[in-house]
């Protein structure tokens, strides 16, 4: 048996139309699991699962936008009756609203709190939910970052809501270790995706990140896609509770 394989896993991740929630369906589905891809957009979402569907057996889409948070737990009840209980959740999903604290707006506040760290609360309790009914167990892997640990000036939302992820990480960990749901986070650097165009486009800021970064570069979706898996598969039977920097060496050096 390989260890790092999950093979036959039913697999939900959040925010997986593009970037670090697309990278993790894809090496998910390589590493053997089915899949079940949310995002808002169908269209964007049965893109996805076009692709997805060369490597993987099988491949569900599940649109919903999460920011509704009262109405997560009868979305999740129904795709669980009409797909089945996943056993990996992956909390992908996040936005990022730029901007001075004295400038943002409450709404701005909200929209990120509500995204990024109430909807990973209200989806993890309804999964482990399922699970514990069942008597199964699982793994959640939530996408932390590097301002779980470290701040800059314009990200006061974003900040605080992946300081609440890292944290629930740790809560949900040890009240659940005992029903056999691991749970850990996994914080990214800086990567190339959607969630960072204008920064990427920004020379400045783009050289910044490479002579800051001691790997030199910026992440990639591959780059964090292989860490879940390995926290997805029996080779992780014993983490739990964990924040795992996957950051290119960046807070190893100041
Ligand atoms: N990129 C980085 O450098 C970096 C670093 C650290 C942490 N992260 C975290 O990694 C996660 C993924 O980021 P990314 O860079 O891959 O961003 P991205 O490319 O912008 O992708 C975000 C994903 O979230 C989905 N999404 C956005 N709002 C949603 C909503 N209300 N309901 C359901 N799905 C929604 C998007 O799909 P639709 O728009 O189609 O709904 C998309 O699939 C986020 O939690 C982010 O905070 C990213």
Redesign the pocket.
């Known amino acids: 048996m390989n260890r790092f394989r999950v093979d036959g896993k039913l697999a939900l991740i ?8 697309l990278g993790a369906a894809r090496a998910l589905a390589l590493a053997g699991a089915d899949v079940i891809l ?4 169908r269209f ?1 979402l049965e893109h996805a699962a076009d692709e997805l569907r060369q490597i993987a057996r099988h491949v569900h889409v599940a649109p ?4 509704d948070t009262s109405g997560i737990e009868e979305w999740f009840n129904c795709l669980c009756t009409t797909v089945g209980t996943p056993e990996i959740l992956v909390n ?5 609203k730029r901007g001075a604290a004295i400038d943002l707006s409450l709404d701005d506040w909200h929209s990120v709190m509500t ?2 760290a109430t909807a990973v609360f209200e989806l993890s309790r309804t999964f482990a939910r399922h699970l514990i009914g069942e008597k199964r167990t699982g793994r959640i892997i939530n ?1 932390a ?2 301002m779980t640990a470290a701040a800059r000036p314009g990200t006061s939302p974003y900040t605080a809501s ?1 300081g609440a992820v890292g944290q629930l990480t740790k809560a949900l960990a040890v009240e659940w270790a005992q029903n056999g749901i691991l749970v850990n986070a996994i914080a ?4 190339d ?4 165009k204008s920064l990427i486009s920004d020379p400045t800021f783009d050289s910044w990140v490479k002579s800051r970064c001691p790997l030199g570069r910026w992440g990639t ?1 591959e780059d964090i896609a292989w860490p879940i898996v390995f926290l997805a598969s029996p080779a992780a039977n014993f983490i739990t509770g964990q924040v795992i920097f996957v950051d290119g060496g960046w807070l190893a050096t100041f």
């Open positions: 959040t925010g997986a139309t593009r970037g670090i929630g949310v995002g808002r957009n964007e919903y936008d999460l920011s992908s999903a996040g936005i990022q995204l990024n996408i970052s590097l992946k990214p650097g800086y990567i995706t959607e969630l960072n979706p």
